[in-house]
């Protein structure tokens, strides 16, 4: 089955840039999905289809997807980013859907 | 707005069985594909099911195949997970989340808050 591998943690300082990896086999060939998930809440979709923001993200997320990795970049990190962040696929020949392991986001 | 709202968590007994309804409002309910999630305690999300907007097709994680059963009921707008035979590695926080799409699972727009099931006798 296929397996999405995300770093267990990032620290950033605030004002900036975290990246956080999600690798994959050939997963530029998948659509890449990003949620984020604070404390006690439900996850929240943040970019979908690699880059696209749904409405209400602020334009501080972002995604991009390449050969193996895929990529969520938050700028101009804020306290409020500190949360823990899925990437996730839907994989055909399995006909699953399939999370990353996750990644707590620290701001320093 | 868009509501979705489980029920039917609790305690469950090895070997044995809880149904759970996610019930929603706010859209159009018979249109979109619908899937369970679940957390375990300080773990990651763990997809579960999935299930078409008719109701024709349904998807399983290998974990939940041949003891979970995903149900739908679009004049009630309600979805369900029928959990059979139990285990200790089921306990979670099961949560239900409304698709993009109508025919698969793409991407999940909207989550509920979720429901807790602990499985010990």
């Known amino acids: 089955s296929y397996v999405l591998t995300q770093p267990p943690s990032v620290s950033v300082a605030p004002g900036k840039t975290a990246r956080i990896t999600c690798g994959g086999s050939?997963?530029?060939?998948?659509?890449v999905h990003w949620y984020q998930q604070k404390p006690g809440q439900a996850p929240v979709l943040v970019v979908c289809?690699?880059?696209d923001r749904p409405s209400g993200i602020p334009e501080r997320f972002s995604g991009s997807n390449s050969g193996n990795t895929a990529t969520l970049a938050i700028s101009r990190v804020e306290a409020g980013d500190e949360a823990d962040y899925y990437c996730q696929v839907w994989d055909s020949s399995s006909d699953q859907v399939v999370f990353g392991g996750g990644t707590k986001l620290t701001v320093l | 707005e868009v509501q979705l709202v489980e029920s039917g968590g609790g305690l469950g007994q090895p070997g044995g069985s809880l149904r759970l309804s996610c019930a929603v409002s706010?859209?159009?309910?018979?249109?979109?594909?619908m899937s369970w999630v679940r957390q375990a305690p300080g773990k990651g999300l763990e997809w579960v099911s999935s299930m078409s907007a008719s109701g024709e097709t349904s998807y399983y994680a290998d974990s939940v195949k041949g003891r979970f059963i995903i149900s739908r009921d679009n004049s009630k707008n309600t979805l369900y997970l029928q959990m059979n035979s139990l285990g200790a590695e089921d306990t979670a926080v099961y949560s239900c989340a409304k698709d993009r799409d109508p025919f698969g699972v793409v991407y999940m727009d909207v989550w509920g808050k979720g429901t807790t099931v602990t499985v010990s006798s």
């Open positions: 289809d690699d880059s």
């Open positions: 706010g859209f159009t309910f018979s249109s979109y594909a």
């Open positions: 050939n997963i530029v060939r998948k659509s």
